[in-house]
Nanobody, 123 residues
Framework: QVQLVESGGGLVQPGGSLRLSCAAS????????MGWYRQAPGKQRELVAR???????NYANSVKGRFTISRDTARNTVYLQMSSLKPEDTAVYYC?????????????????WGQGTQVTVSS
């Protein structure tokens, strides 16, 4: 019903930048919030950044001032601009769409996840 397709991961040197994109497709009426989570080997998945339909944002303390989340609501797309990357940012990054209401249905909606994209920060 709903697919999230991520792109933009890869290998980057410490101090470098990457931009992740995630596009949601399907019979979507609205998405309350879109966000990025990450999971490093041996660790739990954690919130990186999240943005609501009203463009309110919240960030993990570890990425504040370095990462910026933005959203194109009309295209159901979310972006994560990552700068000043550190080796500890290395993880699989997952896109999340929260409270997705499908056309012809009523709230509350469901949550969906992308398949993940690898970000590796290493010299």
């Amino acid at each position: 019903q709903v697919q999230l397709v991520e792109s933009g991961g890869g290998l980057v040197q410490p101090g470098g930048s990457l931009r992740l994109s995630c596009a949601a497709s399907g019979s979507i009426f609205s998405i309350y919030a879109m966000g990025w989570y990450r999971q490093a080997p041996g660790k739990q998945r954690e919130l990186v950044a999240r943005i609501t339909v009203g463009l309110s944002t919240n960030y993990a303390n570890s990425v504040k001032g370095r990462f910026t989340i933005s959203r194109d609501t009309a295209r159901n797309t979310v972006y994560l601009q990552m700068s000043s990357l550190k080796p500890e940012d290395t993880a699989v990054y997952y896109c999340n769409a929260a409270n997705v209401v499908l056309r012809g249905t009523f709230p509350p909606g469901n949550d969906y996840w992308g398949q993940g994209t690898q970000v590796t920060v290493s010299s």
